[in-house]
């Protein structure tokens, strides 16, 4: 069985400042990793996905995400935090068992201060 | 545009009145799937197929019912909703449903569904 969590359901950060999302997983094979993020009244957009082929994952909106296997993580992060990247942010993980099902964390909102 | 599509995108409906909300994805993908969006819950996963008529169940699957005689259309059936059905409900599709290819899944915008 896979599981997600994510550590804190909200986050607050300055605008300009480091955004950090945490994610750890479980999976009994090697698994695929996600991040998704929701616009308010939106579906899910993809930010980046692991693949296997490198642990540094570059995604859109110079979000990125680092695998490391010994600490069961995939944290997302942001260098500096722009009033657009307000959303709610969800990992998620698949280990292929049922097609290409995923296992969502239970989200973090992220709210940007002006 | 490459999109997937889902009807209505809000709906409010009472007890035991028999629902269907509509998913049709155009970029001929194998993959489709239902979950719902509860706070705090995350996104689970209800139903989903592999192919043309092939179809699972998922981790809530329960009140559901799902079909999939087109490749592009997964519609999700609920023949006597009740309030705890009360979410928001996303289809979701992706090319392959193979572990190994690593797909990404494209999400329509959402169902919000209220039942009294």
């Known amino acids: 069985a896979q599981s997600v969590t994510q550590l804190g359901s909200h986050v607050s950060v300055s605008e300009g400042a480091l955004v950090l999302l945490r994610c750890n997983y479980s999976?009994?094979?090697?698994?695929?990793l996600f991040w998704y993020v929701q616009y308010p009244n939106q579906g899910l957009q993809l930010l980046l996905k692991?693949?296997?082929?490198?642990?540094l994952v570059k995604g859109i909106n110079g979000f990125e995400a680092e695998f490391k296997k010994s600490e069961t993580s995939f944290h997302l992060t942001k260098p500096s935090a722009h009033m657009s990247d307000a959303a709610e942010y969800f990992c998620?993980?698949?280990?292929?068992?049922?097609?290409?099902?995923?296992?969502f964390g239970t989200g973090t909102r992220l709210a940007v201060r002006p | 545009e490459a999109q997937v599509t889902q009807n209505p995108r809000y709906l409010i409906t009472v007890t035991g009145k028999k629902l269907t909300v509509t998913c049709s994805q155009n970029?001929?993908?194998?993959?489709m799937s239902w979950y719902r969006q509860d706070p705090g819950l995350g996104l689970r996963q209800i139903y989903y197929s592999m192919n043309v008529e092939v179809t699972d169940k998922g981790d809530v699957p329960e009140g559901y019912k799902v079909s999939r005689k087109e490749k592009r259309n997964f519609p999700l059936i609920l023949e006597s909703p009740s309030p705890n059905q009360t979410s928001l409900y996303f289809c979701?599709?992706?090319?392959?449903?193979?572990?190994?290819?690593?797909?990404?899944?494209?999400f329509g915008p959402g169902t919000r569904l209220t039942v009294l």
């Open positions: 970029m001929n993908h194998e993959y």
């Open positions: 998620a993980v698949s280990d292929g068992s049922s097609g290409d099902k995923l296992t």
């Open positions: 979701a599709s992706s090319p392959h449903g193979s572990r190994g290819l690593n797909n990404e899944q494209f």
């Open positions: 999976s009994s094979v090697p698994p695929y």
């Open positions: 692991y693949t296997s082929a490198a642990t």
